[in-house]
Structures are given as C-alpha cells and as structure tokens.
C-alpha cells in the first residue's frame, strides 16, 4: 500500500514516540496507538462493505478519530471524501450524488437532517463521529481487532478526492493518486527539514489539503509529534508555542496572532513558520520578523496538485511571492489565450507538471480536460510571473482579471498601491460590469476605525502610483472583507454584491 508504507516508514520501530498531544484534553497517542487505531478503523470500513476504489465520505468536526478515519481509508484501500462541515444539506446532497460514497461519516447533531439525504443518494452505511471523539464510528472501532492487513494499492490508485474550495464556482472533485500524495509530501519533509525531532502545531482543518495532506502527511513522514487543535485559537496556540518547533497556518492565523499579546516570547525557540492558501501580505511576513525574529516561509498550493511553489529554507524568504518551484514540479508562465509560454518576467497563467498533479475531476471529463494538457501540464487559473532569480510571484487568478476598456488590470497590483496607505487594513479589488468600458474596476476597503479615510481620499491617493485605466471608478469602505475558513477573500460574492456600482 503506497501511501501508507510511504507515511508509516519513519515511525515503523518508534512505537513509543509521541504523535499526537490534544491541545484542549491533554490526551496523548503514541504512533503505534495511532497506527492500531487507524488499523481498527480499516476493519470497521472493511465491514461496512468498503471494496478498493470505494469512497468514503466524512463530514465531522476535527478529532483524532478523523485522522484515524483518514489512515484507515487508506489502509482499507478506500478513497477519502472529506466535507467542510460548514456545507449544508443541499451541498452535501451533492457531493454524496456525484461522489456516490459507500460510507458516510457525519455529526451525530446533524443525522436527522442529513440520514436522508445520504439514504436518496445511496449511501449504504452511516456512521456519526464529534469532535469529542465519541459517536458510532469509535464504537464500532472499540469492537473489533487490530492487526489489519493493509489493502494493496499502487502508486496510480486513487487515495482520496478533495473537493476545491468553491471560491471561483462550483467545487470539483480532485482525484488524488498514492503517488501524488506520498510524493509531494516527502519533499515538503525533506526541504523544509521536518524530523521526528519537530513538534508541530497543528490548528488547521482536516477536510481541507493544507490542514490533511501538508500538515498531518509531513507529520507522519518525518515521524514528528503534533499539538492537536480543534481549530484555530491565538491563546491556545501561545500559550502551546513554547514546546512546539512549527507552525503551518492560513495567512489569517498570522495577522491574528500578530494582534495577540505575548507573542515575542512565546516564539522565541520555533525553529519554522509556514503560510499558506491564501495570499500573505508583505505587510504582515514584515511585521512577524520585527516581533518575533523570523521570516515567515510562504508556499503555493492547490487541491489538485498539494504544493507546487517554496520559499527556500535556507536563503532569501521574500515577502510578497511564492518562492521556486519544488523539487521535481515543473513551472511555466503561460499566454491564457495561445498557451504559449510568455518571457521571463512577464504575467501569464501558471501551469505546473510533476509526480503532484492529480488525476483529474471526478465525473467532470470536459472540466479535465480543458485544465490537464494532455502532456501533463495542469493549468492552474493562477496568474503569476516568475522573476529574473526564479521566485514565483501570483498577481492573482485569472478569473479575477478585470479587464477595463480593453486593458488587463491584476487586482493585486492595485490592492497592493491600496494597502500601503496610512490606515488601510485590506482591500479587494474587482471588476463590476460598466457600461462604456465592460468592465469597471472597483476597490473595496478595510480601514482602521478612526482612520478618517474617504472614498475620494483613497482615490486621490492612489492616483499618482496607478495608470489611469488602473485606477479605481469606485472605492467602497467596509467592515471587513468575506472570507471563507482557509482565509481566502470571496471574491465571487463581492462582485455579486456590487454588481450594479456603475448603473
Ligand atoms: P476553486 O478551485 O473551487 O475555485 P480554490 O482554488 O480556492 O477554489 P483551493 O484548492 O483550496 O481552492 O485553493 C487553491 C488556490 O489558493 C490556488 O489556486 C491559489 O489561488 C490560492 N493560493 C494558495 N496558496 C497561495 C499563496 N501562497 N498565495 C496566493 N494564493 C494562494
Ligand atoms: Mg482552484
């Protein structure tokens, strides 16, 4: 089994060694513990009529019975299916009719509202599973032995379907190899230097890659120990930082811990702070070397291909881009309209290929083969440019583009000018339809309270660092920008809320 041996090689003959301390209970579980939990819940799959290339869904609260759940689909030669619990009955409806699970985990509060959704899509078996860790999986678990025989499977088998975020439409199911995974992960463990020697915080969600397959697979590889969160909390993550070596967050973790108090000393013995999901901005990477003497290492990624670009371990960790391509993932700028790759320094779609990049969309062929040349080279919807020293810079996605009577304009340019303002927070920019110039572009801005800032006085501002056509029609104050739990900005909600600013 590819993915398993890949993930259990470290901690094979460490039985002992600590893999996971709950950061709320206290709760400790050794690797072996951990390895014969997840071995009964293969057993538990396995009874409940789990064939190889069979999904699993789960759609639960953080535990460590998840991650059992995860390790034991893997084992049980299953395919892993994990929701957002956020998603509401209607999109789960979706997801279990399109990925047709065998089993479906979910929140015991929620069996009665979603017991009939999975029974009309076919769902043969539910389970319910808290974050407490209690519920008929971990009954079930209790019942039967460990000493599972792992399912064999290749490199080419499907261990789990991601589905995307949502944030430019509809999710689509990512169909991740063995192959893609054990790969990806054991260059993340060799160059960002992870050894069981690490103590990593871990505070992200497990339905999603960063918080599943960078921060748990890395873990494993190196046989590290985690500090389990249910999710994130500033004082909880201070106050566990002085026994941890690292922390993978979402760039929303960082600015939120930089507005914590204690966070200077609490730091002072980590050895590795990682960014990613999300854009982080300069602003902040500069902020967290002031207060706490490290450079935070900002990575690229996405649910189709788990990590594509670093920021180098050793060397320039520079603010504002993504770093070089990994090891063994090929990187390229492309022309969105020919495909044909751009000069160096010049902005174009990225399009990345290597041993990462998934197999394709589930049940979505024409969506497949529109993004994955037939070659290898999946065409990410990212745009981006690569510089004279080889650091990846996104400018944003290509569906955020806002091209303005005829001319491209890269919302993070903008926002960039925007976010240097005195008494600026944040801002998006996005194009809203206009009726001379197709497409308008429009700046919506979070200003610090009392800040005193104006919509005319932004624009005023603004004027003397962007082309005319760059420039914002309309500057919209706000509360705060919508975000979603990875801490990405929604853009596709902004533009429908201001939709008709130009009449
Ligand atoms: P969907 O594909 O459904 O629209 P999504 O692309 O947001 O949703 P994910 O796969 O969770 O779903 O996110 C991957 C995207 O996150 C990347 O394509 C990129 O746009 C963004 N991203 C990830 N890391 C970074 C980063 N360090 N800087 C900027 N953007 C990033
Ligand atoms: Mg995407």
Known sequence: N????AISSASDGRGEDLFLEHGVTGAQVSYGAFWQAAERMAAVLVGAGVAPGDRVAVQAAKSVAMLELYVGCVLAGG??????????????????NDAAPRVFVLAPEREDELGPVAAAAGV?????????????????????????????????????????????????????????LASNSATLCDIWRFSHEDVLIHALPIFHTHGLFVATNVAMMAGASCLFLPGFDADAILRLMPRATALMGVPTFYTRLLAAPGLAGASAGMRLFISGSAPLLAETHERWREVTGHAILERY??????????????????????????PGVELRITDPETG????????????????????????????????????????????GTVDADGYVTIVGRSKDLVISGGFNVYPKEVEAVIDALDGV?????IGAPHPDFGEGVVAVVVAEPGAGLTPDGI????APHLARFKQPGRVILADALPRNTMGKVQKAALRAAHAGVFG
């Open 340 to 383: 044909v790759e751009v000069a160096r320094g010049e902005i174009g779609v990225i399009e990345v290929r290597g041993p990462n990049v998934f197999y394709g969309y589930w049940n979505m062929p024409d969506k497949t083969r529109e993004e994955l040349r037939d070659d290898g080279w999946f065409i990410t919807g990212d745009l």
């Open 124 to 180: 043969a078996r539910l389970f319910t599973l808290a974050g407490d860790e209690t519920g008929t999986l971990v009954t079930a678990q209790a019942g039967v032995d460990a000493g599972f025989q792992p399912v064999r499977r290749g490199p080419e088998d499907l261990a789990a379907i991601l589905y995307t975020s949502g944030t430019t439409g509809r999710s689509k199911g990512a169909m991740l190899t063995h192959r893609a």
């Open 301 to 326: 990624g996405m649910t189709e291909t788990n990590m594509n670009t670093s920021n180098p371990y050793d060397g320039a960790r520079r603010p504002g881009t993504v770093g070089f391509p990994l």
């Open 2 to 5: 590819h993915l398993a041996h």
């Open 459 to 462: 624009r005023a501002a603004i």
């Open 425 to 429: 927070v944040e801002s998006a920019v």
């Open 79 to 96: 395919v892993l299916l994990p929701l957002n619990p956020a998603y509401t009955a209607g999109e789960v409806a979706y997801f279990l």
